[in-house]
Structures are given as C-alpha cells and as structure tokens.
C-alpha cells in the first residue's frame, strides 16, 4: 500500500528525494512518518507530518531534512541535504494508526552515503 522510492548512492554532503506513493489508501487522515534502520540498529524516526502539516523532526536531523505531503498525488517525501555517512539505512515509510484506521509500511528503500 506505501511504495517508497528514491534511494540510492550519494556523495557526503549530497542531496536525495525519497518519495512515498499510497495506493489502496488515501494518505489524508493519517499522521505519515519516515523512519530508518541501519545495519545493527533499531528503527528509528526521522520526520513526521501531522494532518494539519505541522512536522516534528529527530534530534539528529539538524534541519537537514524536510517532510512534506501532498494529498492530492496521495505521497508523501522527505527531502534529505547534507547526507553524512551515518545516514546511511533502509528507509522506510509509514502511515500511522489513526481511529479505527489500520496502518501501514512501505517495503523500505536504501540510502548509502559514501564517498
């Protein structure tokens, strides 16, 4: 039902758009996150987006990374500058539970920050 896109290789100090198509589901309810996991690590947060489009960043973040949506196309992207080695994850979207409204996960898509 989340089908993210964009990852790839990229320089430090490089840009990448993921983005995030919903089908089967209709994004605008939903409060809809980013998250990621490195090698070893747990998930984590990255970015969310309210209803209303207000955004709540990680800590680790640093202003490097915009959230947005858009519920006409149905997606949502995240928008990532400054990339550091240590960005480096699978990168996953989700659509959170909301009322009675199940969620859901993306597949995932890789970012490598290497140089």
């Known amino acids: 039902q989340l089908v993210e896109s964009g990852g790839g290789l990229v320089q430090p100090g490089g840009s990448l758009t993921l983005s995030c198509a919903a089908s089967g589901l209709i994004i605008g309810p939903y409060p809809m996150e980013w998250h990621r996991q490195a090698p070893g690590k747990q998930r984590e947060l990255v970015a969310r987006?309210?209803?209303?489009?207000?955004?709540v960043y990680a800590t680790f973040v640093e202003g490097r990374f915009t959230i947005t949506r858009d519920n006409g196309k149905n997606t949502v992207d995240l928008r990532m500058t400054s990339l550091r080695p240590e960005d480096t994850a699978v990168y996953y979207c989700?659509?959170?539970?909301?009322?009675?409204?199940?969620?859901?996960w993306g597949q995932g898509t890789q970012v490598t920050v290497s140089s």
């Open positions: 989700h659509a959170e539970p909301v009322n009675s409204l199940p969620g859901a």
């Open positions: 987006i309210g209803r209303y489009r207000n955004t």
